[in-house]
């Protein structure tokens, strides 16, 4: 079998596939190897697809073998979250009480994928029902608590956990995520991944389990900002099966010159995040050095958080109503999600209108672009949580944005800025609905000077 590097960029994998250097059905094998060993220790696997993946691995080999490659993507493994439906694989959504969910068709994204020649290798693990309950614990799973790919006290973040661990473990070429509110850039950040988080309805949502109809979005997890437009672009565009998606074409490489990237007041003393600040100013002084300005900005105060919570549990409570209202929901594995789960069906009328009315008022925010194409900072203060302890125990000093992003549907890209403890530190760059373009720039060119997204966990 020949040697490469599993945490090789798509382009060196793709380069090495239709040079020869390596067949598909080699490649797929190194990753389910990985998987079946580092991404099961890290319970990031929710269902290896071992026989699909060799049978689209030997076709890729073919193609590749007569000149007919499909895209840039063509050969390479992958693996999406369990909320996305895959025919006839099961589709458990994270969740125990859906253990025996199977469906006849693909998701949009994960047909995508396929159509540009991807290998699906596996289903990975996710929080249930993605969080609709408002979880408590790491362990809010069918496959239980994952655990980073740098450090296995710790959580891998939610509720994209397998996605995140198994890019950052070598375990997939690259992984597809879903966010509602903060589900791809948490676990980018706990896992010294890079995810981008698209505009709302630049990805179809055909096919995904529904949280919040208004507010989830499907967007990728990879090893580099560079990764990300290749799988975004592959993905993105209108889709007939989702009438949300827009019809905007993603345009990643417009030239857009010097930026100016907005900076909002940060509380690194209050919560004690002495290496997150470090790491924050030399990310700025790589900014600077590439020649952006750097301007402070501000946004609205308005209780962006509580209208998103609102939302969530009410267009979550209505999507999920014959569930909750079963005896399958004392299944789940946390008790907070039952309970939570079961009072989302409460949610007053007049709380969901009031929320959508402070959406309205929330555009206001969109006045910072004015002054900025794009913001910088941290995901989080500190470096992923201990995968044992409660939440409510163990996120008192994270910080974390409560800003208006996915109220508004504006996309992000999360990336490694440093470490702390020995465990990564994520940093995004936020841009404008439709500006994928500001994020990617800003994200890539960052990388190309630093080196902290190639990263490795020393037992991958």
């Not at 939570?340 to 008022?361: F, I, K, N, Q, S």
Request: aromatic share 8%.
């Amino acid at each position: 079998m020949s040697h490469i590097d599993p945490f090789s960029s798509l382009t060196t994998l793709g380069r090495a596939l239709r040079e020869k250097k390596i067949s598909s059905m080699e490649l797929t094998q190194i990753y389910l190897q990985r998987l079946k060993t580092l991404g099961t220790e890290h319970r990031a696997v929710a269902e290896l697809t071992e026989s699909l993946a060799l049978k689209q691995a030997a076709m890729a080999d073919r193609r590749i073998a007569s000149g007919r490659t499909k895209s840039q993507l063509d050969g390479i493994p992958f693996g999406v979250k369990d909320l996305l439906a895959t025919k006839g694989i099961p589709t458990r959504w994270g969740s125990p009480g859906h253990h025996d969910q199977v469906f006849n068709y693909d998701a949009t994204a994960v047909s995508r994928l396929q159509d540009a020649g991807g290998v699906l290798v596996a289903k990975l693990s996710m929080i249930e029902l993605a969080g609709g309950g408002n979880y408590n614990v790491a362990g809010a799973s069918a496959t239980g608590a994952c655990l980073s790919a740098f450090d296995k006290n710790r959580w891998a973040g939610g509720s994209s956990s397998g996605s995140g661990a198994a890019t950052m473990l070598g375990c997939v070429g690259y992984s597809l995520g879903s966010e509602t509110s903060g589900s791809i850039i948490c676990p980018s950040a706990f896992n010294g991944a890079t995810g981008f988080r698209p505009t709302y309805g630049r990805v179809s949502r055909y096919g995904a389990m529904a949280l919040c109809w208004t507010l989830d979005k499907i967007g990728p997890i990879c090893r580099s900002a560079e990764d990300c437009g290749l799988v975004l672009n592959a993905i993105a565009g209108p889709d007939p099966k989702d009438f949300s998606t827009i019809s905007d074409k993603l345009q990643l490489h417009r030239k857009n010159g010097k930026l100016r990237i907005g900076l909002v007041k940060e509380s690194f003393k209050q919560n004690k995040a002495v290496e997150c600040e470090k790491a924050y100013q030399s990310a700025i002084s790589v900014y600077k050095k590439l020649g952006h300005e750097v301007v402070d900005v501000s946004i609205p105060r308005m209780p962006y958080g509580l209208a998103v919570e609102i939302i969530v549990n009410a267009e979550g409570a209505s999507a999920h109503e014959h569930f909750i209202r079963g005896e399958r929901l004392q299944m789940l594995a946390d008790v907070n999600q039952v309970g939570g789960l079961a009072a989302a069906l409460e949610t007053p009328a007049t709380d969901y209108l009031w929320a959508m009315r402070l959406r309205t008022e929330a555009l206001k925010a969109d006045s910072v672009w004015d002054k900025c194409d794009g913001i910088f900072t941290p995901v989080f203060y500190h470096a992923a949580v201990p995968a044992d302890l409660p939440f409510d125990k163990s996120f008192g000093d994270m910080g974390g944005s409560e800003g208006p992003e996915n109220l508004l549907g504006w996309p992000a890209l999360a990336f490694p800025i440093g470490f702390e403890a020995g465990a990564p530190l994520g940093g995004q760059i936020i841009g404008p609905a439709y500006r994928e373009d500001v994020c990617y720039q800003l994200a890539r060119e960052f990388q190309q000077e630093t080196k902290w997204h190639r990263a490795k966990p020393a037992h991958a």
